[in-house]
């Protein structure tokens, strides 16, 4: 059994009427309070908002780690919600990259096994061609000279850039990427960022990034706002400045927390 074949649509993902729900009674939260909202394909689409705004918990759900209470959650085509376990599970191993904060590299493994990972995991298929795309990426992510190292042998930046590379080394439909630069000293994390935005660019691919720094969701392409399980906004051609005064006009508008559900 394989994983739904990919339709290539407008939206790399989407979300329709989207709610989750932690809790029950006086404890319930809501975490997406009825969230519509599509990530283009082709584009770097940064996710901010405050601090329990719902903003992991939107792209746990538009990535199929976490399941809605109600509403849709769509990778290309394919509604999550159609998809059994399994099914579910070759989607996010075939067609979703993911980049997180900690690394998660496998510390026995070189940096060439690291980024094959995924296309080992997934038995070599289309691997000729797949071989060709990942020396491109190697390059792209200037790792050429570290291939036969392991992670505990290069730098917080340079595990990053592996991170990224595995996300892509399967060709997926979306990439999601969870604070990605979170570990990282600003030097390099503006050269993870950059990283980021030129394989969107230059290869065609697709970037959800949630992060709470405005100079990072200024490397995007459109940056959406979360407030209180809401989409409240979003912008385009964004700025440090122009962010981080979205953010503090947020903040500032933002309800007490009930709960820590949010994120």
């Known amino acids: 059994m394989s994983a739904p074949a990919p339709v290539r649509t407008a939206a790399a993902a989407r979300v329709t009427d989207a709610v989750k729900v932690y809790g029950t009674g006086g404890t319930e939260v809501r975490a997406l309070d009825g969230i519509t909202v599509e990530f283009p394909a082709g584009r770097f689409t940064a996710i901010m908002g405050p601090s329990g705004s719902g903003k992991s918990t939107l792209m746990h759900c538009a990535a199929g780690l976490d399941t809605l209470t109600s509403g849709s959650a769509f ?3 394919t509604d999550l919600s159609d998809l059994d376990d399994r099914r579910l599970t070759l989607l996010r191993r075939e067609r979703i990259g993911f980049v ?3 690394f998660n590299l496998l510390p026995t493994l070189t940096v060439a096994e ?3 990972l995924p296309m080992d995991l997934a038995g070599g298929k289309g691997a000729a061609g ?3 795309w ?3 990426l190697i390059d792209t992510v200037g790792l050429r000279d570290r291939l036969h190292h392991r992670p505990g042998e290069l730098s917080g930046g340079q595990q990053q850039r592996v991170a990224v590379a595995r996300a892509f080394a399967g060709r997926p439909d979306v990439v ?3 604070e990605p630069t979170g570990n990282l000293d600003s030097r390099s994390g503006e050269e993870v960022l950059g990283l980021l935005g030129r394989t969107v660019r230059e290869l065609d691919r697709s970037v959800v990034m949630v992060t709470h720094d405005p100079v990072a969701a200024a490397h995007a392409d459109e940056v959406v ?3 209180d399980g809401r989409l409240v906004d979003r912008m385009t051609a964004p700025t440090p400045q122009r962010v981080l005064d979205r953010m503090r ?3 500032r508008e933002a309800p007490e927390p009930t709960g820590s559900a949010r994120t």
Do not use: P, W, Y
């Open 130 to 132: 797949s071989r060709e």
């Open 249 to 251: 006009h947020l903040v």
């Open 134 to 136: 990942v020396d491109a």
């Open 225 to 227: 706002f979360l407030a």
């Open 176 to 178: 999601f990427a969870d």
């Open 114 to 116: 690291n980024i094959t």
């Open 75 to 77: 990778v290309g085509g």
């Open 100 to 102: 997180f904060q900690a």
